[in-house]
């Protein structure tokens, strides 16, 4: 059984950074997709960026730029810098591994989530 645990959220001004990061535990050696996606109250989940095994990143248009996806495949962690954050960023991060390609993976694990708070 995996099992992933986030930590980094917390609040912050708009402007500023948050550091994400999410570690894995268990066996994941069929796992070759990691993400991460948000959810504010009242909205759906929403996909925020995506990582492969080889280090192809995917990231939603609301995201580019400012936010930026990376792993650690020794550690089994993936992170997310979130720079320039908005008071729309704000929400519950969830981090994800699966399975599939790039643009068209399937969830398999989710982690509890780690909530980001972004101040006017």
Do not use: H
């Amino acid at each position: 059984q995996v099992q992933l645990v986030e930590s980094g959220g917390g609040l912050v001004q708009a402007g500023g950074s948050l550091r994400l990061s999410c570690a894995a535990s268990g066996s994941i050696v069929s796992i070759n997709v990691m993400g991460w996606f948000r959810q504010s109250p009242g909205k759906k989940r929403e996909f925020v960026a995506a990582i492969t095994r080889d280090g192809s990143t995917n990231y939603a248009d609301s995201v580019k730029v400012r936010f930026t996806i990376s792993r650690d495949n020794t550690n089994n962690t993936v992170n997310l810098q979130m720079n320039s954050l908005k008071v729309e960023d704000t929400a519950v991060y969830y981090c994800s591994w699966g399975v599939g390609v790039l643009r068209a993976w399937r969830n398999i694990y989710w982690g509890q989530g780690t909530q980001v708070t972004v101040s006017s």
